[in-house]
């Protein structure tokens, strides 16, 4: 029988990286997925490593937005009508970790583990030699009108509280950063900090390429073939089957398929996203992301092209994309910079796999000896994958976590 000391399962973002670390500090490590590393929701995002993130996306507080989502027109969100009963608890407790002084905690439980993303990207990418996907430009938040810009003041209060650079700019300002965009917008907040790449899918692969270098083994098979075979955990997969004492589970929004057969049900949402990638007219470019804040979208250069990404929508996993924000947001965005013709057919649509308070679940799993559980980082996976890697990683080693693991304990949903 093939024994190995870790199997990670699932090899976004998130389980490469902390296949990369454990196998970093000597530990024998398989990464297991059923397709390529990289490949999940770890594809398509807006690729911002964001050491800056304060408040967590927050259910809206302000009715006349509540009013244009559930009237379906609302840019930055949709949602399928049939899923509304089942994740209704969800929303209510999501709406409940929205008040303004549970953002804040969330805000300073979150702090230590955010203060840590950039550096550790930054460390994986020199050793992986993946220097030239990333881009130390900051990110710059688009506001159309004083009401939205106003909004953020909170925000701001926090970041200067808290250290995080960001320039407040006016429109002439912002736009002698970035040339192509449209005198559209009267405000914007430069955050300085941010950094950005430009290829998601090629960083988890150019880190798993290091985990390969380091001895790692990357195999495929499905995650869900995970069971006991005392006194170890067994996977079977397309080399064979495969033991270990500990099982790190890191499946992004898969999670559930393989908890909830084991008995472990946490409580767990999907905002779905989509992306589209646009050709630039002219020379027209961009140095860095951009968040159109009125018009709930990104857009951010990508090696494909200007890739623009959606905000939520709240519709079950698998059901078959829906992907009408577009249809809501492409004038905004055609007015803000010259797209010009989509590079693909169909959006690619992708599920952030979320925790109502906006925490991920981060160490034991309840009840089952060497179980380990990595997963539910929603908006931030890309940010945080290595940070989740280094954590994770000291946890199983019996080192000292750098940053205190309880706030993302699963004991806060089974107590
Ligand atoms: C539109 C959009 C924009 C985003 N923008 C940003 C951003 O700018 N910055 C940021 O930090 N985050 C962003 N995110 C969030 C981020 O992309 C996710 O949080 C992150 O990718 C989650 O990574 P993961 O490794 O947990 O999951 P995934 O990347 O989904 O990895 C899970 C892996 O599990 C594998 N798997 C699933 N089921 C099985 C099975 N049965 N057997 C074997 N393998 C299995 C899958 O193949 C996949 O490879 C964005 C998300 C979206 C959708």
């Known amino acids: 029988m093939a024994r190995t000391d870790v199997i990670v399962l699932g090899a976004g973002i998130v389980g490469t990286s902390i296949a990369l670390h454990l196998v970093k500090r000597g530990v024998a490590v398989a990464l297991v997925d059923r397709g390529g590393p990289g490949q999940g929701t770890s594809y398509g995002n807006t690729g911002i490593i964001e050491g800056n993130t304060i408040f967590p996306q927050a259910f809206p507080s302000d009715w006349l937005a509540l009013l244009r989502i559930a009237l379906k027109r609302a840019p930055e969100a949709n949602y399928h009508l049939t899923l509304v009963p089942k994740v209704a608890p969800w929303l209510l407790a999501f709406r409940a970790a929205s008040r303004p002084e549970r953002l804040i905690e969330t805000a300073e439980l979150m702090r230590p583990f955010f203060a840590r993303a950039a550096a550790e990207h930054e460390a994986l990418i020199a050793e992986a030699g993946a220097e030239r996907y990333l881009r130390r430009t900051g990110w710059l938040k688009l506001y159309r009108g004083d009401k ?69 083994i990357t195999l495929q098979g499905d995650a869900r073939s995970l069971h006991r075979a005392e006194p170890h955990w067994r996977v079977d997969t397309a080399s064979g089957p495969l033991d270990a004492g500990d099982v790190v589970v890191a499946l992004g929004p898969w999670a559930p398929d393989l908890l909830d057969p084991l008995g472990i049900t946490l409580p767990l949402a999907v905002k779905r996203g989509y992306h589209r990638h646009f050709s630039a007219r002219g020379n027209a470019a961009l140095s860095r992301p951009i968040l159109d804040a009125e018009n709930g979208y990104c857009l951010t250069p990508m090696e494909q092209g200007i890739r623009l990404t959606t905000g939520a929508e709240f519709a079950a996993r698998d059901a078959a994309p829906t992907p009408v924000q577009f249809d809501r947001l492409l004038p905004a965005a055609h007015e803000l910079f010259p797209l010009g013709e989509p590079v693909e057919a169909e959006p690619w649509l992708g599920a952030r796999p979320c925790f109502a308070d906006s925490r991920p679940v981060i160490g034991r799993a309840p009840r089952q000896r060497g179980l380990w559980l990595a997963y539910g980082h929603g908006h931030w996976g890309l940010t945080l994958g290595p940070a989740t890697g280094r954590l994770i990683a000291e946890m199983i080693t019996g080192a000292t976590p750098f940053c205190d693991p309880a706030p993302y304990g699963a004991e806060r949903f089974t107590h």
């Open 148 to 216: 939205s810009f106003a909004a953020q003041a909170r925000e701001r209060d926090m970041a200067a509280r808290l250290g995080i650079a960001n320039v407040p700019l006016d429109g002439e300002a912002a736009r002698a950063l970035e040339p192509s965009l449209a005198p559209v917008f009267k405000h914007a907040v430069h955050w300085t900090g941010a950094m950005s790449v430009s290829n998601p899918l090629a960083l988890t692969r150019a880190y798993a390429a290091r985990f390969a270098a380091l001895g790692g």
